[in-house]
Each structure stands twice: as C-alpha cells, then as structure tokens.
C-alpha cells in the first residue's frame, strides 16, 4: 500500500469513478497488488437494485458515509454510520437503494492467501 498523508482523494491521477454494474461505480483509493489488499470508495445510485448474491474469498469491511442501503432479503435498511465486517464465504445481497450510497470499503486477503 502507497504511504499518503491527507489529501483530495480525486486528487491523485490514478484514482477515477469506474462503473463495476449498472448504478455502481468505484474509486480505488489504494492497493497492493502483491497482497490482495486494497481501500475503495464505492457508490450506488439512487434507484439501484442489484439482482444478485454476492460471495467473496476476502474479508470485506464496509462502512456506510451517507445514503441508504437495503438488504432484500432480510428487508433491512443500513443509514448513514452501519457498519458490516464479513468473513470470507459469506453470502450477502442482492441490495437496493432508494436515495443512493457510498460506502468505504476495505478488502484484505484472507489468512494464508491471497
């Protein structure tokens, strides 16, 4: 991970909103490639309504900066200040989102792997 003392995080050339699906774009704040590790901001649109499950090999933490985010299948709604930490394997979504959502997401490899 590159050392950065604060900063406009649009600032830095390498750093752009990518479209990942329909109404979802991300910002790669920081990564590693060696490692796995990376740091991202992550932005639903209002309106979003992602269809699928997610599962990843990594340990994810999430962290909700603004908006809403809503967990279908429990009928759950996340606001500003939730927090989720997830292990690697574990199922989550499909999610909407009424008014849209960023998010600060970590990702770190899991133990003894990438």
């Known amino acids: 991970m590159e050392q950065f003392e604060f900063h ?6 390498s750093r752009k909103w990518v479209q990942i699906e ?3 774009h991300e910002m790669t704040l920081n990564c ?8 991202l901001l992550q932005k639903h649109e209002p ?3 992602n269809a699928k499950e997610s599962l990843h090999d990594y340990v994810e933490e999430i962290y909700i900066v603004e ?9 759950e ?9 997830r292990n690697p394997g574990m199922r989550h979504g499909p999610f909407a989102s009424e008014n ?4 600060f ?10």
Do not use: F, N, Q
């Open 8 to 13: 406009l995080a649009t600032s830095h050339p």
């Open 77 to 85: 709604t996340y606001l500003k200040g939730h927090y989720a930490y």
């Open 32 to 39: 590693d490639r060696s490692s796995g590790r990376r740091t």
């Open 100 to 103: 849209g959502c960023l998010m």
């Open 67 to 75: 908006g809403d985010l809503i967990d279908v299948p429990k009928a």
């Open 22 to 24: 329909p109404k979802i």
């Open 105 to 114: 997401i970590t990702c770190s490899p899991a133990e003894g792997g990438k």
């Open 47 to 49: 309106g979003l309504l």
